[in-house]
């Protein structure tokens, strides 16, 4: 059996003695991969039929895509670099995160790489969008996105909902403020995110006592939180968290719609509006007390 290392080389051997297939400039590529689970459902949304040859295998799980049904529609992938290389993309599409050592690789063939860093707003979605469009030669594609994504919030920001306090709460007691997409979300809905009370910004430590004393009157948690035995998630099964939560209303909030940016997220806002609209003003008041 051949070792992992000489199996790498033994790859590496091969690749570099082919020819790069990253030749497109000027014209848009007609051949794309994507090896991340964002990027996999920006290039879904924006790409051209028959354009988007492969996405990973991410993209397919509907715990971190909101895409997933879709992505069952392409080539899966798993960000190796013997596998890209096999299906001669003429544009591969990563994150800034995605396996380094495949990425350093397809650059020093010569294959066309682009990474994209997580978005972290908005504003941060809508330049992804228009990114991306530009690379798949898709501006107008690009264009609607946008302009569809920006009525929606409009529409969402004429709905007034008056002071509700929103705890974001993730597995070992995490949260979201100031300079993330999350956040970002709970503004565009119209909530007050307990986050930014605090003081924590990007992604932070809430602690449980913190949560219970603080009273917010809405708490949201990702719907698959609770499933699983992880030690991770030990904070929903506390007792004073279950108390919290039935004296004060829980949304689920599916994390495969904050995960990724793009149109898709701003489902999440849709969701908590919406779970912040029905609540009534006793629950509201017994929440300020």
């Known amino acids: 059996m051949t070792s992992g290392w000489c199996r790498r080389y033994l790859v590496a051997g091969v690749l570099c003695t082919a020819l790069p297939f990253g030749a497109w ?3 848009a590529p007609r051949r794309v991969v994507s090896m991340n ?3 996999d459902q920006m290039a879904m949304l924006v790409a051209d039929k028959g354009q988007l040859h492969s996405v990973s295998y991410l993209a397919t799980d509907g715990s971190t895509s909101a895409l997933a049904a879709e992505a069952n529609s392409y080539v899966v992938n798993h960000g190796l670099a013997e596998e890209i290389f096999l299906m001669k993309p003429d544009l591969v599409i990563a994150g800034t995160y995605t396996t380094r ?3 350093d690789l397809l650059k020093r063939l010569g294959f066309a790489v682009e990474e994209f860093a997580p978005e972290a707003s908005i504003a941060e979605v809508r330049a992804n969008l228009q990114r991306m ?11 609607q996105l946008v302009a569809e994504m ?8 004429t709905i007034k909902v008056h002071d509700v306090d929103l705890a974001l709460y993730y597995a070992n007691g995490f949260t979201s403020g100031s300079g993330t997409l999350v956040a970002d979300i709970v503004g565009i809905a ?4 307990l986050a930014d009370k605090l003081g924590i910004s990007g992604t932070g430590q809430l602690p449980l006592e913190v949560l219970v004393l603080a009273r917010p009157d809405l708490i949201a948690i990702d719907a698959s939180s609770e499933r699983g035995p992880a030690l991770a998630k030990q904070n929903f099964a506390h007792p004073a968290f279950r108390a919290v939560t039935s004296q004060h209303q829980a949304v689920q909030l599916d994390s495969r719609y904050t995960i990724c940016g793009g149109p898709f997220t701003l489902v ?7 779970a912040a609209m029905k609540l009534d003003a006793t629950q509201l008041d017994l929440g300020k007390r």
């Open 37 to 39: 689970v964002c990027t």
């Open 101 to 103: 050592t495949t990425v």
């Open 268 to 274: 999440a806002a849709r969701i908590l509006q919406q």
């Open 190 to 193: 119209g909530l007050e995110n």
């Open 133 to 143: 469009g530009k690379l798949l030669g898709r501006q107008q594609r690009a264009d």
């Open 25 to 27: 400039a000027g014209e």
């Open 150 to 157: 920006d009525a929606e919030i409009g529409r969402l920001k």
